[in-house]
């Protein structure tokens, strides 16, 4: 029995992981039914169906967290045991799923008068319900296949959200999208059929008798997944598709594009590093597993209790485990993805691009709180508790962000926040969801950002002292991480007061479209936007009840974390005054930056000479710049010595066509022979020949030669990846 198969049999069978991916397409065909003529009905439709979908996903979630993981066999897709397309849920998979269901309903509510003056509303309607649908099922699989079917059923469906107003901008933002998509996920599958090869399944935790916890390609295949996973993530340098698609989608879309998809880049992240976590403690000392990662182990080692002590140690003194390598990878990962989408928001005009840059920064302290997970092993559960926490608080304050931009859009019509000003008069009750959705991602006591980022700053704390314990070289350099970390945080504080003073509480622009008869949104995009709003505050005033109710739950099914950690960070006082003034420096850096950068209209200034939030970096400073560079000078390189082999190569075209046209030839003839004769027996016998030939030539081959499958999936990735750039340029 396959892993993934035992995994299935060992969980309880359950009907609501298929109910909740049923309902947002019960919804979809009703809202594609009711179409133009029946707007209402359409557009309450997607209301029901992601509001039924929110609640059979809290229920799912507690049926989880009280007995354990569920799954449900569909049946659709069986290829020898090995791939099969099921659901399976468990603890960190319904709460991915809890908050993904909760921005679609608030999204939804939104999308009802949002969308009265726009094109294509039924098709819209039809593939957001859709993705809903296929992003859930990314969360309720237990296997990589599953996920990676789910995945990237995902991406091609938000394809569709992206191009939706058809404009040249938004068909541009469209294509780089699509490349990307297509690039990660051929460098997913790279990586899952490395995965395979050397654990022998596709299940989430890899059997004790296999390779892969030893096997020498193992970093290959995690850089393959890495990448694939980080396309979605947006993860520097692979976000560039993100700050495009952001401002050309719907609001709504928008929302949903930064509060969900971008963390199923995240969730397939963590499931990453929980694989490695979960090798069998046999081969952990070899091959870097979870034994030898927390300081109780590491203590452990150093006694030389138990088989392998010695060894371990030795090597352990040598240098870092396969995982910690793993987490250290992505700490720098994670601070490289926040501090550059925070320098790149800061000097923006446009708000949703603004807010686009700034999904990029916030998915850096998530890949960073995975980071801290894979370097701490078994005492990483604050950093796993900051991940989760910053994941659920991510979605509230940017799907906040996001709704509360398309009412400043919806009524007027500007998102230049240099031409905008004043609004908190106009609009008095989207101000105040903004201000709180402001208040939250800067990390200011009593609202949700600080407890998440209190949580993930402890996590870089205790690996520096991991890793100084350990006399590991990585020490400065997680030391360097910490500090960026508060710049970066500082540098979050002036780009969200930079919007929040501009758009509206500077005084209004002379001329800015704003200036007509303008009011409060339609109260149901109201609606959708205070219940992110809320879900802002209460994370922030209530953490201890997030923490014991959610957060510790989630964190006690995990295997190889320690309890007592666990138990630590469920009573864990957020609002101490040790936690409280941690805050003070990244105000004092956010506030002198907003200084800087507003001088002009907070002073009255006519003239500065470094304006920071206007100035415009060189071309060279983006990765676009470097990617088309990189593509051009790849395909120059492939026609080096066109002249010395260029005839050669025409002379081969040519025989190779002529040969195989004189094949077609004779094969057609034969046919027509067989045909003519003997019709329906020369049908059968072909088709049970192909058959009997793929049974039992093609399955054994594509086993025998799954390394080689992998390579060639990077190299049609490589090339893949220079034919769409250069169709960009």
């Known amino acids: 029995m396959s892993g993934h198969a035992a995994s299935a049999?060992?969980?309880?069978?359950?009907?609501?992981?298929?109910?909740?991916?049923?309902?947002?397409?019960?919804?979809?065909?009703?809202?594609?039914?009711?179409?133009?003529?029946?707007?209402?009905?359409?557009?309450?439709?997607?209301?029901?169906?992601?509001?039924?979908?929110?609640?059979?996903?809290?229920?799912?979630?507690?049926?989880?967290?009280?007995?354990?993981?569920?799954?449900?066999?569909?049946?659709?897709?069986?290829?020898?045991?090995?791939?099969?397309?099921?659901?399976?849920?468990?603890?960190?998979?319904?709460?991915?799923?809890?908050?993904?269901?909760?921005?679609?309903?608030?999204?939804?509510?939104?999308?009802?008068?949002?969308?009265?003056?726009?094109?294509?509303?039924?098709?819209?309607?039809?593939?957001?319900?859709?993705?809903?649908?296929?992003?859930?099922?990314?969360?309720?699989?237990?296997?990589?296949?599953?996920?990676?079917?789910?995945?990237?059923?995902?991406?091609?469906?938000?394809?569709?959200?992206?191009?939706h107003n058809e404009s040249e901008k938004a068909r541009a933002a469209a294509r780089k999208y699509l490349a990307m998509t297509v690039v990660g996920g051929l460098s997913l599958l790279g990586g899952i059929w490395l995965f395979l090869y050397y654990s022998g399944?596709?299940?989430?935790?890899?059997?004790?008798?296999?390779?892969?916890?030893?096997?020498?390609?193992?970093?290959?295949?995690?850089?393959?997944?890495?990448?694939?996973?980080?396309?979605?993530?947006?993860?520097?340098?692979?976000?560039?598709?993100?700050?495009?698609?952001?401002?050309?989608?719907?609001?709504?879309?928008?929302?949903?594009?930064?509060?969900?998809?971008?963390?199923?880049?995240?969730?397939?992240?963590?499931?990453?590093?929980?694989?490695?976590?979960?090798?069998?403690?046999?081969?952990?000392?070899?091959?870097?597993?979870?034994?030898?990662?927390g300081r109780g182990a590491l203590s452990l080692i150093a006694s030389g209790h138990g088989a392998g002590g010695e060894a371990a140690a030795g090597h352990a003194a040598s240098g870092m485990t396969g995982v910690q390598a793993l987490g250290f990878a992505v700490i720098w990962l994670g601070i490289a993805t926040m501090f550059t989408g925070m320098l790149l928001a800061l000097v923006q005009s446009d708000v949703k691009r603004t807010l686009a840059y700034s999904s990029v920064s916030q998915m850096g302290y998530i890949l960073l709180g995975a980071g801290c997970l894979s370097f701490l092993g078994a005492e990483g559960s604050m950093g796993m508790g900051g991940f989760l926490y910053h994941v659920i608080n991510h979605a509230f304050f940017k799907g906040c962000f996001f709704l509360a931009a398309g009412s400043l859009l919806f009524r007027s019509h500007e998102l230049d926040m240099y031409r905008m000003g004043g609004l908190w008069r106009k609009m008095p009750l989207t101000c105040l969801c903004w201000c709180l959705a402001a208040l939250g991602i800067m990390g200011i006591p009593l609202l949700n950002g600080f407890v998440s980022k209190t949580l993930l700053h402890h996590a870089v704390v205790e690996a520096h002292?991991?890793?100084?314990?350990?006399?590991?070289?990585?020490?400065?350099?997680?030391?360097?991480?910490?500090?960026?970390?508060?710049?970066?945080?500082?540098?979050?504080?002036?780009?969200?007061?930079?919007?929040?003073?501009?758009?509206?509480?500077?005084?209004?622009?002379?001329?800015?479209?704003?200036?007509?008869?303008?009011?409060?949104?339609?109260?149901?995009?109201?609606?959708?936007?205070?219940?992110?709003?809320?879900?802002?505050?209460?994370?922030?005033?209530?953490?201890?009840?997030?923490?014991r109710k959610l957060v510790t739950p989630v964190l006690s099914s995990v295997p190889g974390l320690d309890q007592h950690g666990v138990e630590h960070l469920a009573h864990m006082a957020v609002f101490s005054w040790a936690n409280l003034k941690e805050v003070l420096l990244p105000l004092l850096i956010g506030a002198a930056l907003f200084t800087l950068g507003a001088r002009r209209e907070l002073f009255r200034l006519k003239r500065v000479r470094l304006d920071l939030f206007r100035l415009r970096l060189p071309s060279w400073m983006g990765v676009d710049w470097w990617y088309l560079h990189a593509a051009r000078a790849s395909l120059a390189f492939l026609y080096i010595g066109r002249r010395v082999y260029g005839d050669a190569e025409d002379g081969l075209v040519k025989t190779a066509r002529s040969v195989a046209s004189r094949l077609v030839r004779l094969v057609r003839v034969d046919m027509k022979r067989l045909l003519w004769y003997r019709p329906m027996e020369a049908a059968s016998g072909l088709c049970g020949e192909v058959w009997t030939a793929l049974r039992r030539r093609a399955l054994p081959a594509v086993r025998e030669y799954q390394g080689d499958l992998a390579m060639g999936a990077l190299a049609l990735a490589v090339a893949l990846t220079l034919f769409l750039i250069m169709r960009l340029l």
């Open 9 to 163: 049999a060992a969980a309880a069978s359950s009907t609501l992981p298929p109910l909740a991916l049923l309902l947002p397409s019960l919804g979809a065909a009703a809202a594609a039914w009711a179409g133009e003529r029946r707007p209402r009905v359409r557009g309450w439709a997607a209301v029901l169906s992601t509001g039924a979908a929110f609640g059979v996903v809290l229920a799912l979630l507690v049926r989880v967290l009280d007995g354990g993981a569920v799954s449900f066999h569909l049946g659709l897709l069986d290829l020898g045991g090995s791939f099969l397309l099921d659901l399976g849920v468990d603890a960190v998979g319904a709460f991915f799923g809890l908050f993904a269901s909760i921005l679609w309903f608030a999204a939804s509510f939104h999308c009802l008068r949002y969308l009265e003056h726009e094109e294509r509303r039924t098709r819209f309607y039809l593939f957001m319900l859709l993705t809903e649908t296929a992003t859930l099922g990314v969360f309720f699989v237990q296997d990589f296949f599953s996920l990676f079917v789910f995945f990237e059923a995902m991406g091609l469906l938000a394809y569709m959200l992206v191009i």
């Open 201 to 293: 399944g596709v299940a989430f935790s890899p059997s004790a008798e296999s390779a892969w916890t030893t096997g020498p390609v193992k970093a290959l295949a995690l850089v393959f997944l890495l990448a694939g996973f980080g396309v979605k993530a947006g993860m520097v340098p692979l976000h560039v598709w993100l700050p495009d698609a952001h401002p050309a989608a719907p609001s709504p879309a928008s929302a949903l594009l930064s509060g969900v998809m971008i963390k199923a880049g995240a969730y397939g992240i963590i499931r990453t590093a929980l694989t490695f976590l979960s090798q069998p403690a046999s081969h952990g000392m070899e091959g870097g597993g979870h034994a030898v990662l």
């Open 465 to 547: 002292h991991l890793a100084g314990e350990s006399h590991l070289w990585a020490s400065g350099w997680i030391k360097l991480a910490e500090i960026l970390f508060i710049v970066t945080s500082g540098g979050t504080i002036a780009y969200i007061s930079k919007m929040t003073y501009y758009v509206f509480f500077a005084r209004p622009t002379e001329g800015g479209h704003h200036q007509g008869d303008l009011r409060e949104a339609p109260a149901w995009m109201v609606v959708g936007t205070s219940l992110l709003a809320l879900g802002v505050l209460f994370n922030g005033l209530l953490p201890g009840v997030m923490l």
